[in-house]
């Protein structure tokens, strides 16, 4: 690589030392990356970028897990995942130990979106939990 003379600026000859493609950007807006993911179903909005939370206009207060939590079923509505998953996804964590944990977190999701929206996440029975597009509506038990 060729050298400037020692009277350039520090940076100019630091920038023409290395190659370009390790140079860092010189404007700050030419170091934005893609913009952060917004998730919306059902009335519920998840702002990754801004890691805020709405459901049909009222903000919801969240943990940092309980954030990391709802993004990421909301970035995958209907899909179901295990306790098991969920622990790997979120907490990036190999599940070693009780994963009642998940369980508590989905509790605390639940009431804070409050009683009309809390089956928006649903509970797949031995199985996991899913995010639903609406909130379901509670099936009355059979009689027979």
């Known amino acids: 690589m060729r050298r400037e003379?020692?009277?350039?600026?520090?940076?100019?000859?630091?920038?023409?030392q290395v190659p370009p493609a390790v140079q860092a950007p010189s404007r700050p807006e030419?170091?934005?990356?893609p913009?952060?993911?917004?998730?919306?179903?059902?009335?519920?909005?998840?702002?990754?970028?801004?890691r805020r939370s709405s459901v049909?206009?009222?903000?919801?207060?969240?943990?940092?897990?309980e954030f990391e939590l709802i993004a990421h079923l909301a970035a995958h509505p209907d899909r179901v995942y295990t306790r098991r998953q969920l622990m790997e996804l979120?907490?990036?964590?190999?599940?070693?130990?009780?994963?009642?944990t998940v369980d508590t977190h989905i509790a605390r999701l639940r009431h804070k979106l409050g009683p009309e929206h809390r089956t928006m996440i649903r509970t797949v029975r031995q199985v996991g939990y899913a995010l639903a597009p609406s909130p379901v509506a509670a099936v009355p038990a059979t009689e027979g």
């Open 5 to 16: 003379p020692q009277t350039a600026p520090a940076q100019t000859r630091w920038r023409r």
């Open 30 to 33: 030419a170091a934005e990356g």
């Open 35 to 50: 913009t952060a993911p917004v998730h919306r179903t059902g009335g519920l909005v998840v702002d990754c970028g801004t």
């Open 56 to 65: 049909h206009g009222r903000q919801l207060e969240l943990t940092c897990m």
């Open 90 to 100: 979120v907490w990036q964590q190999s599940p070693s130990g009780d994963m009642r």
